[in-house]
C-alpha cells in the first residue's frame, strides 16, 4: 500500500496530477480510519500504463478509454497516422536546421524559398553577408550557401572557355534588333557575356553601345573582343548589377537583355530598367516561356523549381501591356540557338566529368542539357519580346 506521496515518488507524477487522475477514476484511493487515503499496486502499475499509452500519442480520455475497455483500433490507427505525419515535419526540420549550420545540403530549402518567397530569400542571403551577385547565384545557381564557392569555381571552370554562355543564334538576335531606329544614338546590352550580341549591336548601329555583366571574367573577355573587332571607341564594357543599373533616368534609347530577364523576373525588370529608358524607347528580352497550354510533367517537374515563375506566351504578353509597353513583335528562337548553347556544353562536360566526378555543379548542367536535348521544341523555348514604351 501507498500513501499518495509514496505513489508520486513510484511513479514519477505529482501529488496534483494523482489527485487528477483519481478524479477521472484512473486511480482508486482508500481512506483509512486515520484519516490518510492509500493506493495498491493496482494503481501504480494502471498509473504506469496510462503513461505509456500518452507516450504512443493518445490523449488522457482515449487513454482512460482504452484502460477500462477494449483497445479501439480506429483511434490508434488515426494516431498512428498523425505521428508519422508528425515525424516527417520533424525530420524536415532536423534537415533544415542541419543545412544552416553547413552539416548537410540545403538546396531544397533555397529552391522553395525561391519558388515560395522570391524577394523575401533575395533580401535574407544580403543580411547573411553574401553580396547581390552571390545572392542571384545562390538562388539560381548553386542552391546552397554553404557550398557556394565551390559551386561557382566549378561552373565558371565549364563555361569560361565557352563561346555562349546561352542559346542564342545570330539570325535570332539580328530579327530582334532590326527594330531599333536607325537613329538611336545609346543602347544598353545587360547580360552582355562574351560579347556576341555585342558586336552585332555595334555592327547594325551607329550608336553608343554599353554592355554590362555582372561576371568579371566575361567582361574581360568583352573588352579582348571589341578591341580586335574595332569596336573600342564604340562599346563600353562594365561590371555592374542589373538590378542597380548605373545610369541616369532616360540614357537610353534601347535595351537588349537575352536569356537574363528571369534572374529579376520578367515584370520586375521591365519595371526597373523602363527608368533609364526613353520614351518610345525599346526593351528587347528574351525570356524562358511554354509554348504549350499542357507541358509534359517531366519537363514541368524540372522548370518548378529552376524557373518558378515561369509561364506562357500570352502571359507575358498581358504583363507588359499591363505595365505600359506596345508589342512589336515576339517569337521563339530557332532550334539551331539550342544547338549553337548544348552542343559545345556537352562537348565541355564530358572532358570535364572525369576529373570532376562529384562537381554538383557539373551535375546540375547536365540534368538541364538532358532537359534540352529531349524535348521536341514543342513544349517550352526562349522567346523574343520587343517592347515600346508609352509615354507615361
Same mark, same amino acid.
Given at each position: 500500500?501507498?500513501?499518495?506521496?509514496?505513489?508520486?515518488?513510484?511513479?514519477?507524477?505529482?501529488?496534483?496530477?494523482?489527485?487528477?487522475?483519481?478524479?477521472?477514476?484512473?486511480?482508486?484511493?482508500?481512506?483509512?480510519?486515520?484519516?490518510?487515503?492509500?493506493?495498491?499496486?493496482?494503481?501504480?502499475?494502471?498509473?504506469?500504463?496510462?503513461?505509456?499509452?500518452?507516450?504512443?500519442?493518445?490523449?488522457?480520455?482515449?487513454?482512460?478509454?482504452?484502460?477500462?475497455?477494449?483497445?479501439?483500433?480506429?483511434?490508434?490507427?488515426?494516431?498512428?497516422? $498523425?505521428?508519422?505525419?508528425?515525424?516527417?515535419?520533424?525530420?524536415?526540420?532536423?534537415?533544415?536546421?542541419?543545412?544552416?549550420?553547413?552539416?548537410?545540403?540545403?538546396?531544397?530549402?533555397?529552391?522553395? $524559398?525561391?519558388?515560395?518567397?522570391?524577394?523575401?530569400?533575395?533580401?535574407?542571403?544580403?543580411?547573411?553577408?553574401?553580396?547581390?551577385?552571390?545572392?542571384?547565384?545562390?538562388?539560381?545557381?548553386?542552391?546552397?550557401?554553404?557550398?557556394?564557392?565551390?559551386?561557382?569555381?566549378? #561552373?565558371?571552370?565549364? #563555361?569560361?572557355?565557352?563561346?555562349?554562355?546561352?542559346?542564342?543564334?545570330?539570325? !535570332?538576335?539580328?530579327?530582334?534588333?532590326?527594330?531599333?531606329?536607325?537613329?538611336?544614338?545609346? &543602347?544598353?546590352?545587360?547580360?552582355?557575356?562574351?560579347?556576341?550580341?555585342?558586336?552585332?549591336?555595334?555592327?547594325?548601329?551607329?550608336?553608343?553601345?554599353?554592355?554590362?555583366?555582372?561576371?568579371?571574367?566575361?567582361?574581360?573577355?568583352?573588352?579582348?573582343?571589341?578591341?580586335?573587332?574595332?569596336?573600342?571607341?564604340?562599346?563600353?564594357?562594365?561590371?555592374?548589377?542589373?538590378?542597380?543599373?548605373?545610369?541616369?533616368?532616360?540614357?537610353?534609347?534601347?535595351?537588349?537583355?537575352?536569356?537574363?530577364?528571369?534572374?529579376?523576373?520578367?515584370?520586375?525588370?521591365?519595371?526597373?530598367?523602363?527608368?533609364?529608358?526613353?520614351? !518610345?524607347?525599346?526593351? &528587347?528580352?528574351?525570356?524562358?516561356?511554354?509554348?504549350?497550354?499542357?507541358?509534359?510533367?517531366?519537363?514541368?517537374?524540372?522548370?518548378?523549381?529552376?524557373?518558378?515563375?515561369?509561364?506562357?506566351?500570352?502571359?507575358?504578353?498581358?504583363?507588359?501591356?499591363?505595365?505600359? #509597353?506596345?508589342?512589336?513583335?515576339? #517569337?521563339?528562337?530557332?532550334?539551331?540557338?539550342?544547338?549553337?548553347?548544348?552542343?559545345?556544353?556537352?562537348?565541355?562536360?564530358?572532358?570535364?566529368?572525369?576529373?570532376?566526378?562529384?562537381?554538383?555543379?557539373?551535375?546540375?548542367?547536365?540534368?538541364?542539357? !538532358?532537359?534540352?536535348?529531349?524535348?521536341?521544341?514543342?513544349?517550352?523555348?526562349?522567346?523574343?519580346?520587343? $517592347?515600346?514604351?508609352?509615354?507615361?
Amino acid at each position: 500500500m501507498f500513501l499518495i506521496s509514496g505513489l508520486a515518488k513510484r511513479v514519477g507524477l505529482s501529488r496534483t496530477t494523482l489527485l487528477y487522475y483519481e478524479k477521472l477514476g484512473v486511480i482508486r484511493g482508500q481512506r483509512l480510519g486515520n484519516g490518510y487515503r492509500v493506493y495498491t499496486e493496482l494503481d501504480a502499475q494502471r498509473l504506469t500504463l496510462v503513461m505509456q499509452l500518452q507516450a504512443g500519442g493518445l490523449s488522457l480520455k482515449e487513454c482512460i478509454t482504452c484502460l477500462n475497455g477494449k483497445i479501439d483500433k480506429g483511434i490508434l490507427s488515426e494516431r498512428l497516422r $498523425l505521428l508519422d505525419e508528425e515525424i516527417v515535419q520533424k525530420q524536415k526540420a532536423r534537415k533544415l536546421l542541419s543545412g544552416l549550420l553547413g552539416e548537410s545540403s540545403n538546396r531544397d530549402f533555397h529552391a522553395q $524559398l525561391n519558388e515560395l518567397a522570391p524577394q523575401a530569400h533575395y533580401e535574407w542571403l544580403l543580411q547573411q553577408g553574401f553580396t547581390e551577385k552571390e545572392a542571384q547565384r545562390i538562388r539560381w545557381l548553386s542552391k546552397d550557401m554553404n557550398t557556394h564557392d565551390q559551386y561557382m569555381q566549378d #561552373f565558371l571552370t565549364v #563555361f569560361e572557355p565557352l563561346t555562349r554562355w546561352g542559346p542564342g543564334d545570330d539570325s !535570332d538576335t539580328l530579327k530582334a534588333i532590326s527594330h531599333i531606329p536607325s537613329k538611336a544614338s545609346n &543602347i544598353l546590352e545587360i547580360g552582355s557575356g562574351k560579347g556576341l550580341s555585342t558586336c552585332l549591336l555595334a555592327e547594325q548601329s551607329n550608336a553608343q553601345i554599353t554592355a554590362i555583366d555582372n561576371e568579371p571574367i566575361a567582361v574581360t573577355n568583352l573588352a579582348e573582343l571589341i578591341e580586335s573587332k574595332g569596336y573600342a571607341e564604340q562599346v563600353t564594357p562594365m561590371c555592374a548589377s542589373m538590378s542597380e543599373l548605373p545610369f541616369k533616368a532616360h540614357s537610353f534609347d534601347a535595351i537588349l537583355a537575352e536569356s537574363c530577364v528571369y534572374i529579376m523576373g520578367f515584370e520586375e525588370a521591365l519595371k526597373q530598367w523602363q527608368t533609364v529608358l526613353k520614351v !518610345d524607347g525599346l526593351i &528587347i528580352v528574351s525570356d524562358l516561356v511554354w509554348l504549350t497550354s499542357k507541358p509534359n510533367e517531366k519537363y514541368q517537374s524540372f522548370w518548378s523549381t529552376e524557373y518558378p515563375a515561369m509561364t506562357n506566351v500570352d502571359t507575358r504578353l498581358i504583363q507588359a501591356k499591363k505595365l505600359g #509597353f506596345e508589342v512589336l513583335d515576339d #517569337f521563339t528562337i530557332s532550334a539551331k540557338a539550342w544547338q549553337n548553347y548544348w552542343q559545345p556544353l556537352q562537348a565541355r562536360l564530358n572532358t570535364l566529368k572525369a576529373s570532376m566526378p562529384e562537381s554538383q555543379a557539373i551535375k546540375d548542367i547536365q540534368t538541364e542539357l !538532358d532537359m534540352y536535348q529531349s524535348h521536341d521544341g514543342s513544349q517550352f523555348g526562349y522567346h523574343f519580346f520587343v $517592347l515600346r514604351r508609352n509615354a507615361l
